[in-house]
């Protein structure tokens, strides 16, 4: 059963399912999270703003209740006349109403005429900020400020015994923050001469009004049962001294700390900063912002933290969701594989046997009748093409082996047939030469001794040919500039060129490396092609050679340096360039070439791991494009071009 096309088939669908569904779940769990964090987290900073909005109201209440104060007939009255009760009777219905902890009345003169708290002095003191901002600008002020014990002490009694102080930075001195207000008292209601100072204020720490009122304004109280309210929190430099966050005993954080990195990013730099945080054993996304006082300077901060479980819940259900999917999916796919695989077992079982036919060398299988379905007859037809091209392609090779074959015997053949008749021939030559250096013979037979040299030194040359094609000549590479090799190989020809009345023209390239060449060997390439551009030229035509570093047009990872030899001349039919580089053809005239040059020019530059290329059209010219690495690479590939 495991090994049926059905049970495959329809395993592969549930591979497919699960991979599918998982891929799914993964990246969609992902972008849920990601897009859930995002939205959380746009949410907390949108809850910042509003419980920005609450702390300064209350800034603003407060201001607002001191400014009515001191617009009324009676509060100027009283206060022009020094009547202490009826001003502490207005005060004191004043601090219920704003909910102010302090409140008092300094004068010009740096006295305190009178407290909410009762005690007066006769000198200002000097830990009292808010009025000593407005003595100093002439101006009302309303704000946050920072107040230490002694000023705790005097303005409020009662809160001083309450509350928890923390050492402010970086005197270290015990402080807290209140918000509060002044208000200057002038001799003609707005302007004149300045009489005294009205001022108010509310003790922020462990004050629970800011924090609640900024969670019922943002998130209102229709919270639903499984999610956890968020928090409001005010810090006074990194310690919480109003919140409505709970720690593990149900009771308000009032005391708990930040981390250092918070007071770095808003306290230290200023930043509206919002991010993932672990508080008091909780995950929360959390949004703080600075708090500054009213010389400017930044002493605290005002958090909103949103439970990072208020998402998490969104999250499993949609989890949930997407591992229902993925079964659902599953399910199918087992369905959609059972009713599918009945048509189709049976031209792939043919495919299957036929393939094994095909492997085993029969090229003509039976694939049975083609079906009815159209994507399965296109396999059954491509298959009926890959077995034909496999026919082709192994006829094709079985001529090229041949063909090979055929060539290293007569490459052989060629080797022994040459060192046979070359000694010989060296005798002939001395011989005739001998004979040529005597006087006692006629004209006629110097003549005819003469056509023996000249025919037995074109044989000889065929031979040179046949021994240079057939033996594998060592290599002696050495630092070679390709440049002055090819200027050297052109003064060879310079004069032959100019008899035949052609130019040859050689653009070096520049900045090209020394490479490691056989002098001799690459040389005679070199030469081979010019003298054979010289060949196919007329008198008037032209030679042009030029060196450039190139890649390898058969491999472009590799560096090297490409020759080009081209010329005007004849050029060559297209029939002939699949054939110039085997041995012993040639498109010369009988008698004036062997046909060897171009396949040991090949053999030279394959040896040294480069290519030849030619393109030549007749009427118009040829031209051979010979790269050589700059490091030697072994086993290049054979030309895919061909030349003369």
Not at 10 to 28: D, H, Q, T, Y
Not at 214 to 227: G, L, M, P, Q, Y
Request: hydrophobic content about 40%; aromatic content about 6%; proline content about 4%.
């Amino acid at each position: 059963m495991f090994h049926s096309m059905r049970f495959k088939l329809i395993f592969s669908f549930l591979c497919v399912s699960f991979v599918a569904g998982g891929i799914s779940l993964f990246i969609g769990t992902r972008l849920l999270y990601d897009a859930v964090l995002r939205e959380a987290t746009n949410q907390t900073r949108l809850a910042l703003n509003a419980a920005d909005d609450v702390y300064r109201t209350n800034i603003r209440f407060i201001d607002m209740a001191l400014n009515i104060t001191t617009l009324g007939i009676g509060f100027r009255t009283s206060f022009m006349d020094r009547n202490v009760p009826d001003l502490l009777d207005r005060m004191d219905r004043m601090a219920k109403n704003a909910d102010l902890d302090f409140t008092g009345i300094a004068l010009n003169d740096c006295r305190i005429l009178c407290r909410i708290s009762g005690k007066t002095e006769d000198e200002l003191q000097s830990d009292n900020p808010i009025v000593r901002y407005v003595m100093n600008k002439g101006a009302s002020i309303a704000g946050t400020i920072v107040v230490n014990r002694p000023f705790l002490e005097k303005e409020a009694p009662g809160r001083a015994g309450e509350i928890t102080l923390y050492p402010s930075q970086p005197a270290g001195q015990e402080a807290c923050l209140a918000i509060a207000a002044a208000i200057p008292i002038f001799e003609y209601r707005t302007t004149g001469k300045l009489l005294g100072v009205l001022y108010g204020g509310r003790i922020l720490n462990q004050s629970t009004e800011i924090v609640d009122s900024a969670r019922k304004s943002v998130f209102f109280d229709e919270i639903k049962s499984e999610t956890t309210m968020p928090a409001t929190s005010i810090f006074f430099d990194t310690t919480r001294i109003a919140t409505n966050m709970v720690d593990q005993r149900g009771i308000r954080a009032v005391g708990s700390r930040i981390g250092k990195e918070v007071r770095e990013q808003v306290i230290v730099r200023g930043k509206k900063w919002t991010q993932r945080l672990d508080d008091l054993g909780d995950q929360y996304i959390s949004a703080f912002m600075p708090i500054s006082d009213i010389f400017g300077k930044r002493v605290g901060m005002l958090s909103v933290a949103t439970p990072e479980s208020n998402y998490s819940s969104i999250q499993r259900k949609l989890m949930l969701l997407f591992i229902a999917a993925t079964f659902t999916g599953a399910l199918i796919a087992v369905g959609m594989g059972y009713v599918l695989a009945r048509p189709i077992m049976g031209p792939v079982h043919r495919l299957i046997t036929a393939s094994r036919e095909v492997s085993e060398g029969d090229l003509s299988p039976d694939i049975g009748p083609v079906s009815r379905d159209r994507e399965m007859a296109i396999l059954q037809q491509t298959f009926k093409d890959m077995v034909e091209s496999v026919k082709r392609t192994r006829m094709a090779s079985q001529s090229k082996i041949i063909h090979s074959e055929k060539q290293a015997s007569v490459g052989r053949l060629a080797a022994g047939v040459a060192h046979e008749i070359n000694n010989p021939l060296t005798g002939v030559l001395t011989y005739t030469h001998m004979l040529l250096r005597r006087k006692d013979i006629g004209d006629d037979i110097r003549d005819d001794l003469r056509v023996i040299v000249e025919s037995t030194e074109r044989v000889r040359k065929i031979v040179k040919g046949l021994l240079d094609f057939s033996r594998q000549s060592k290599m002696d590479p050495e630092p070679t500039e390709i440049n002055r090799l090819i200027e050297a190989t052109v003064k060879l020809v310079e004069n032959q060129a100019l008899l035949k009345g052609v130019g040859i023209h050689f653009e070096p390239g520049d900045s090209l490396p020394a490479m490691a060449l056989d002098r001799t060997q690459i040389q005679s390439v070199f030469l081979n092609m010019i003298l054979n551009a010289l060949d196919a030229t007329k008198p008037s035509e032209e030679i042009r050679i030029a060196s450039i570093a190139a890649l390898s047009a058969d491999d472009m990872g590799h560096r090297g340096v490409e020759i080009t030899i081209a010329d005007n001349g004849c050029g060559m039919p297209p029939e002939y360039l699949n054939q110039i580089f085997d041995p012993f053809f040639t498109t010369k005239d009988v008698g004036k070439g062997t046909g060897l040059g171009l396949s040991v020019s090949l053999g030279i530059v394959k040896e040294h791991g480069g290519t030849i290329r030619v393109q030549s059209e007749p009427g118009k010219g040829t031209t051979f494009f010979v790269w050589l690495p700059m490091e030697r690479q072994e086993g290049r590939h054979e030309s895919d071009g061909s030349g003369r």
